[in-house]
């Protein structure tokens, strides 16, 4: 079964800098994606950015992007340009390439706090 | 192109009775999602259905649970005498046709469910 951990409970940056936020993974397959979701007070579950296992080149997305290291199963994502709308807790997912074995399989999370 | 709606938002049930969650998914997505979000803790998969057929229940307890997602109408969450451990916020997602799809859920905004 895979498996998503997130070590960092909590996180704190300055409005404007930059942060890093860590995920590590255990599968057996070769072929999968990641993913990070946002989750605001609200509890609405945002997308933020999505890895497809087999690309090489890190995603990114405006001010998110990715550092994909698939030999050492790790996903971290990088928050440029922090703004205070950033603060939320930051969840990394994994999921098999789809047929029946298609569930998000979510790590604990992470509490991004923006300091202004 | 409404998102995915989840009602009620907020269910408050006494212990033995009968919750039901509701999820429609975004127009055009045939796949639906269940999760369980207990405080402090990612999301945990539940069940994956599509149009009148349970896809994946692994992640469903055996008893008092069941899921439904009929050929008209929303998918129903349904959860027989509730007892306190049930308290949590229940999500759904939905995504298109796994072929068609990039592999992306895109999330309601959630029920909490409050057993008291």
């Known amino acids: 079964a895979q498996t998503v951990t997130q070590s960092q409970p909590e996180m704190s940056v300055q409005e404007a800098e930059t942060v890093t936020l860590s995920c590590t993974y255990d599968?057996?397959?070769?072929?999968?994606?990641l993913f990070w979701y946002k989750q605001p007070p609200s509890r609405q579950m945002i997308l933020v950015i999505r890895?497809?296992?087999?690309?090489?080149q890190n995603a990114t997305e405006n001010r998110f992007s990715v550092n994909f290291q698939k030999a050492a199963k790790s996903f971290s994502l990088k928050i440029s340009d922090s703004q205070l709308g950033d603060a939320a807790m930051y969840f990394c997912?994994?999921?098999?390439?789809?047929?029946?074995?298609?569930?998000?399989?979510f790590g604990k999370g992470i509490t991004l706090s923006v300091r202004p | 192109n409404a998102g995915v709606m989840q009602n009620p938002r907020h269910l408050v049930r006494r212990r033995g009775q009968e919750a039901r969650l509701r999820c429609s998914p975004m127009?055009?997505?045939?796949?639906v999602y269940w999760y369980r979000q207990l405080p402090e803790e990612g999301l945990k998969f539940m069940v994956y259905?599509?149009?009148?057929?349970?896809?994946?229940e692994s992640g469903m307890p055996k008893e008092r649970f069941s899921a439904e997602f009929p050929k008209e109408g929303p998918s129903i969450l349904r959860i027989q005498q509730v007892v306190r451990g049930d308290s949590a916020a229940y999500f759904c997602?939905?995504?298109?046709?796994?072929?068609?799809?990039?592999?992306?859920?895109?999330f309601g905004a959630g029920t909490r469910l409050s057993v008291l």
């Open positions: 997602a939905s995504s298109p046709r796994l072929v068609a799809a990039k592999n992306i859920q895109y």
């Open positions: 599968t057996s397959e070769s072929d999968y994606y």
């Open positions: 890895q497809e296992a087999y690309k090489q």
């Open positions: 997912a994994y999921r098999s390439t789809g047929g029946a074995n298609s569930k998000l399989t």
């Open positions: 127009k055009g997505h045939s796949h």
């Open positions: 259905l599509q149009k009148e057929n349970i896809i994946d």
